[in-house]
């Protein structure tokens, strides 16, 4: 048996749906705008090549934890040939507003056997509010904090590559732990993450901020 795989998924209504009970971490969604889901498979299944494009428009999203319901979601993404390409990703969240932009050319995300081999994004927020987010190790469970994403240029975002992280945030309203309280097997992710990447980040510290040592 060769092992091929030919096969497509058209969700031309509401495949944001879908997603509510295939995703533990989705609570619920929504959706008055446009949102279809186009994928093709050809290959083999050890190397499976992906093709598909997703839209969404006017979309909302809430989550279990990391960050409060996303609203007025706007999405258009391109799967091509495990290779995806962010055309647009914006939304908000509470009072504030997020974006997710293209600073180089080539795919924001590269996949292999179903994970990240190659990622560069770009992420900015508005000034004023910023977006409100659980950073897990960071703080507790159930506890948000606004952080205010920008780049260390004016009209450059936060940068997220492979091999550098740079950027500026504000943290405000909110109790951060430092160093951050992990298990184990995320304390591995942690330090990979951040190991392997030059850091360059301003953090500032706005209105309403605390933060507890965290002791060994």
């Not at 504030?96 to 990622?119: A, D, H, M, R, T």
């Not at 492979?162 to 950027?167: A, D, H, I, R």
């Amino acid at each position: 048996l060769s092992n091929k795989i030919i096969t497509s998924l058209h969700l031309p209504n509401n495949f944001l749906s879908v997603l509510d009970t295939s995703i533990d971490e989705i609570i619920k969604t929504s959706c008055t705008g446009k949102n279809e889901l186009k994928i093709y498979i050809n290959g083999f299944v050890n190397d499976p090549k992906i093709y598909g494009h997703i839209l969404i428009s006017k979309g909302n999203i809430e989550l279990k934890s990391f960050i409060k319901p996303i609203k007025n979601l706007v999405l258009d993404l391109v799967l091509d040939e495990n290779k995806l390409y962010i055309n647009k990703l914006e939304g908000n969240i509470e009072k504030g507003y997020f974006q997710v932009v293209k600073y180089q050319q080539g795919p924001n995300l590269v996949l292999k056997n179903s994970k990240i081999e190659q990622i560069a994004i770009g992420i900015i927020t508005d000034i004023k509010n910023g977006i409100r987010i659980n950073v897990p190790g960071y703080m507790k469970k159930n506890e948000y904090g606004n952080v205010i994403i920008f780049g260390k240029e004016k009209g450059r975002p936060f940068i997220i590559t492979e091999s550098l992280l740079e950027g500026n945030l504000i943290l405000s309203k909110g109790k951060f732990t430092f160093p951050a309280k992990l298990e184990k097997k995320d304390i591995i992710e942690n330090e990979n993450f951040f190991e392997k990447r030059d850091i360059n980040i301003g953090i500032k510290a706005g209105k309403g901020l605390w933060y507890e040592i965290s002791w060994p």
